[in-house]
């Protein structure tokens, strides 16, 4: 089952980051031919209690009813006939998906048997969905409104959307994502921006301003006035992932995305490295946005004197994080109107190149001729070594690197604003409520973002269980 099987124009899809097409579910692997000589009335006998229990897993996480079905024929074969029956010699995997087709049309009276007993478990999850996303629509619209596709649908294909997502959490053992997660949520306000999170969140937010203005009056609503933009829930995975972001259980932040990125890819991350490569005397080998910038041996604290450790280790952490975006920024500015110079000369030297070649082409003396012959020679020598510094000088080739990498859109940012001004202020603020930091992560950089995982007896507010898709109810 592919994500476009459910819906093509669904755009809680990109939220979450899962490639438009790819499968996120998988049918079982194919039954072997074997299966063809196997006896049907063992289809007949009525759904245990684990089998009962395995139609309610795979619902949960995904599977339609087709699925299910096939699921159950394939345990009951393989309790039934697996042991009396010799293995045949693996064959391609082509082959052995014809096989199970084969066998599935041929055995369509047993599958029918099965699917009239698992239809009712399918209806009743149905309606169990279907109830869910009728309360979540009167009682939480913000929430509802991310299950809802771009374009206009059908309320079927809106509930489909929430089914879909719904598995997700499911995989990660929240089985009852309205309970667990979506009624927890409040709407609250940070620094005057709205925003949804948990409600344990929504109660730090409330001493935020607080906070901030306990040593400097005033300070919220100026450090407010920055915050261009902030976000709390959205049911999304972690970045590059398939896993369940914090964001969607509403115990993350991300301010102002754009001035803050996240710098996860590697390729940034080496490209980074190598443009701040000797350009402060404290970091000589340059900014290595993957790894610490200090060390967070002490970052889960209890004591005072760790505590305070740990604000230091803040306020080094972001220094460095500032300085590196200080001789980022200057470097964009300067190779960027360095390669447009350039760019611009190349022009202009190829626009002369073609006026020597009319200029020779033209001549009428053996006097005319040489001069434009010396003319053409030096500007083709020159447009040659303007081309040669454009596609080989380091910086160049490091610019254009980046801007394959993060976009011009992305690029010109960065190079206006650095990729670092979240306010220190408000950093240690947050941690001072429990929050962690993106900057003080080991394996990239998330200036954005702060995560609130866990209530101030250290027990994580919502505990996520290992993950498991449709593949691993396949083979029991």
Known sequence: MTIDRLNPEFHAMDILQVPRGEAVTDYPPALDSRVLDAPVDFQEEPLSKAEEKLV???????????????????????????ASVRPEPRRREVEREKDAELHLSNDAKALGRLRSLIGPLVVAFEQKVLSEFNHLERNKKFVASFFKPTVAAGRQETIANYRALRALYCREGITRPVEEVFDDLREASFLGKPVMVHKQVATKLLFLAMQLNKDSPDLARVIGEGVKSASGFVPRNVANRRVLSNHALGLALDINPERNPHIVEPRVKQLILEITKGKDPEFQEGFDFGTAFVDRSLQQTDSEDERRRRIERIVQIHAIAMRASDILKAWLEETIARESELAAEIKITRSRVAGDKKALASAKTDDGRKSAQKDLEKDEALLSSKETEMSTDPDLKNLRAL???????????????????????????????????????????????FDFERDSGGNKIISKKRYRDLNDLVSP
């Open 56 to 82: 309610a897993d795979a619902l949960c996480l995904g599977a339609d009813e087709q699925f299910v079905v096939e699921l159950v024929f394939r345990r009951r074969h393989q309790r039934k006939s697996a």
């Open 403 to 449: 801007r394959e990498a993060v976009g011009n859109k992305t690029l010109d940012a960065w190079a206006t604003s650095g990729i670092r001004e979240i306010s220190l202020d408000l950093v240690i603020a947050l941690v001072n409520q429990g929050f962690t930091w993106g900057d003080e992560y080991d394996d990239s950089k998330d200036g954005m973002h």
